[in-house]
Every structure is written in structure tokens, then in C-alpha cells.
């Protein structure tokens, strides 16, 4: 599959996420209420993951939490790093969560995003945290899907795009999957050539 990076449309990030804000969670309380729920802040080391908590004792103190797959970005700390949740988590007020706001997103195009999105992360270097506004209001570069004739599909509801553009979700799937596939293929071609 072709990258071609210079047919690529910009997009605002609160335009193609919803961005929750995480509420604050300790250290004691992830000891206190264990499960099996993942509890991440803004960390780079084990996916940002904290500890495993009870999802329960969250949803009783009203925790920002997701139950399906989502990004997760550092609003401080690790300013900028954005990890993938395959089962969803809870944060708390140092990370925020990110939700595609297609319909049923995939695990390919969260790991796609993922990736655009960490080409950012030197904009919250030196100190600079995340927030919900600047970072919403931040733009990056996406596939936008098209015509058979190579002309962009125009949205008129301008649902993602002041411009009408449409992320191309198919395109970052099956993206996904081809590298997933060509990673195959090479351990395979290694192993026969022993």
C-alpha cells in the first residue's frame, strides 16, 4: 500500500477524538481496591499503565473510564506520550483519554493514530502539559478518502473537517494490516532461509 504522505488532508485532533479529562487517582487506592482494570497515568513505562484496580470502586467515585479500546495521552510528566488500550482503562488527572469518533473503530486504526499522534509529542516538551482545549485545537495530517477519480469525498456536514474531508479509516486498517502482515512475511522468509 502507497503512504503518500502529500495527499494527506489536516484535521484538529478534537475532530476526529473525544478527549476526557481524568480525575484524580492515588498509588493507595489502586493498593486499596484491587482488580483488573487498568489505572493509567501519564508514565511511559508499562503503556502508562499504574496499577489494576477495581473497575467498580471507579465508576462509584465517577472516574473518567473508558470499557472499549482508546488512546491514552500524558498531560504531564511524559507530556505528549500517547499509548493504546486494547481493553479500555481508567485515568487519572495526569493523562487523558481518546476516543475515535468513528463508527466502530478498530485496533489498527487506534495503532495508526497512535502513531500520527506520537509525531506530536515534541510540541509538550520543556514543560508544557496537555490540555483539553490546545491539545483539541492541535492539527495533524491524515488520509482522507476519495473518489475513485483521486478527488477528496466531500462531507457537507463538515463532521471532521472545516474543509469537508473524511478521514479514511478503511486506508489506515488495511495500512495496519499490511505492515502487520509484511512482519510475517520476514520472519517466515528468515526462518526458510536457515
Same mark, same amino acid.
Given at each position: ?8 488532508? @489536516? +484535521?484538529?485532533?478534537? /475532530?476526529? &477524538? /473525544?478527549? !476526557? ?13 484491587? %482488580? =483488573? +482494570?487498568?489505572?493509567?497515568? $501519564?508514565? @511511559?513505562?508499562?503503556?502508562?499503565? #499504574? ?14 473510564? $473508558?470499557?472499549?479500546? &482508546?488512546? =491514552? ?9 500517547v499509548s493504546y488500550q486494547p481493553s479500555g482503562c481508567v485515568v487519572g488527572d495526569s493523562a487523558k483519554i481518546l476516543l475515535l469518533k468513528?463508527? *466502530?473503530? %478498530? ?14 509529542? +515534541? ?7 496537555? =490540555? ?8 495533524? *495530517?491524515?488520509?482522507?478518502?476519495? !473518489? ?8 457537507? =456536514?463538515?463532521?471532521? $473537517? ?8 478503511? +486506508?489506515? @486498517?488495511?495500512?495496519?494490516? $499490511? #505492515? ?12 526458510? /532461509?536457515?
Amino acid at each position: 500500500m502507497n503512504l503518500n504522505i502529500n495527499d494527506w488532508k @489536516e +484535521f484538529k485532533i478534537a /475532530s476526529v &477524538c /473525544s478527549i !476526557h479529562n481524568g480525575k484524580g487517582i492515588t498509588k493507595d487506592e489502586i493498593a486499596e481496591n484491587p %482488580g =483488573t +482494570f487498568p489505572a493509567v497515568q $501519564s508514565g @511511559e513505562e508499562n503503556n502508562g499503565v #499504574l496499577g489494576k484496580i477495581d473497575i467498580n470502586y471507579c465508576k462509584s467515585m465517577n472516574y473518567t473510564l $473508558s470499557e472499549q479500546q &482508546c488512546l =491514552t495521552v500524558a498531560r504531564s510528566g511524559c507530556a505528549g506520550y500517547v499509548s493504546y488500550q486494547p481493553s479500555g482503562c481508567v485515568v487519572g488527572d495526569s493523562a487523558k483519554i481518546l476516543l475515535l469518533k468513528n463508527e *466502530n473503530p %478498530g485496533r489498527n486504526q487506534y495503532l495508526f493514530l497512535q502513531t500520527v499522534l506520537t509525531a506530536n509529542r +515534541f510540541k509538550y516538551a520543556y514543560g508544557r502539559k496537555v =490540555t483539553e482545549e490546545k491539545y483539541g485545537n492541535d492539527t495533524i *495530517n491524515l488520509p482522507v478518502l476519495c !473518489h475513485p477519480d483521486g478527488a477528496p469525498v466531500i462531507d457537507k =456536514t463538515h463532521a471532521y $473537517s472545516e474543509h469537508g474531508y473524511i478521514p479514511d479509516w478503511e +486506508f489506515m @486498517e488495511q495500512y495496519m494490516r $499490511s #505492515l502487520h502482515n509484511k512482519i510475517w512475511e520476514d520472519i517466515w522468509r528468515h526462518i526458510a /532461509s536457515r
